[in-house]
């Protein structure tokens, strides 16, 4: 690949990553300080679960997310750039995953917490649409051009 497209790929991820890295940060940041806060003895074992399953995907998509910066500071000038944009491009999308777990997890343990009753519906329809809009509708495209 020319070096000036893959210099356009890399700054074209970096600013993808820019936007998902600081919604994940605050996400976590807010997931710290559940635990700490008064209403915390009313949740029940399905919440607190629900609740820990969401910070452990939070914390995996922020470490995959991260990782293409520190892999590009260790590698940077060792002329690996076409590794790099393919390991940052599985990266990105291996945290956006999880970062679709984790927020369907936050819906359903708040949900739940202030509205039981919908609870269900409300977490399907936000993981359906994570679902549909951040994989479904690029992959379906991926496949009617005949690039899968």
């Not at 993808?16 to 994940?24: C, I």
């Not at 999880?98 to 509205?115: K, N, R």
Request: hydrophobic letters at 50%; a neutral charge.
């Amino acid at each position: 690949m020319p070096e000036s497209k893959q210099d356009r790929e890399l700054i074209e991820l970096l600013n993808e990553l820019r936007v998902a890295l600081p919604g994940v940060q605050v996400m976590f940041a807010f997931l710290l300080m559940v635990p700490f806060s008064q209403g915390w003895t009313l949740t029940s074992p399905l919440q607190k679960g629900v609740y820990y399953a969401a910070f452990i995907f939070t914390t995996v998509a922020t470490v995959m997310l991260i990782s293409p910066t520190t892999y590009h500071r260790i590698r940077f000038r060792d002329q690996d750039k076409e590794h790099l944009l393919k390991y940052s491009n599985r990266m990105a999308l291996v945290g956006t995953v999880f970062l679709a777990g984790a927020m369907s997890c936050v819906v359903f343990f708040v949900t739940d917490y202030i509205f039981p009753n919908i609870t269900a519906i409300a977490t399907a329809f936000i993981a359906g649409c994570f679902a549909w809009f951040w994989f479904g509708i690029p992959v379906l495209r991926e496949i009617r051009e005949g690039d899968a």
